[in-house]
């Protein structure tokens, strides 16, 4: 069945959200920012809470432009 078929077949405006659940934009959250600015990897040497310069890795990241 086509997406149009289903559309205009859904009984419940509940069955019509779940049909337009896959194209609903995502929540924006500050870990999905970081990320998307290239963060994570600064991320998981925190997580693994080896000695290290934090300050010294975090500048790695900083961009200067």
Same mark, same amino acid.
């Given at each position: 069945? #086509?997406? *149009? *078929?289903?559309?205009? +077949?859904?009984?419940? $405006?509940?069955? $019509?959200?779940? =049909?337009? =659940?896959?194209?609903?934009?995502? @929540? ?6 970081? @990320? ?5 990897? $600064?991320?998981?040497?925190?997580? +693994?809470? #080896?000695?290290?310069?934090? #300050?010294?890795?975090?500048? =790695?990241?900083?961009?200067? #432009?």
């Amino acid at each position: 069945m #086509n997406w *149009k *078929k289903q559309i205009m +077949a859904a009984a419940t $405006l509940s069955e $019509l959200e779940d =049909l337009y =659940l896959p194209y609903r934009p995502k @929540k924006k959250t500050r870990a999905t920012v970081a @990320k998307a600015r290239g963060l994570e990897p $600064l991320a998981r040497m925190l997580m +693994a809470q #080896n000695p290290m310069d934090v #300050n010294q890795k975090a500048m =790695l990241f900083i961009d200067k #432009n």
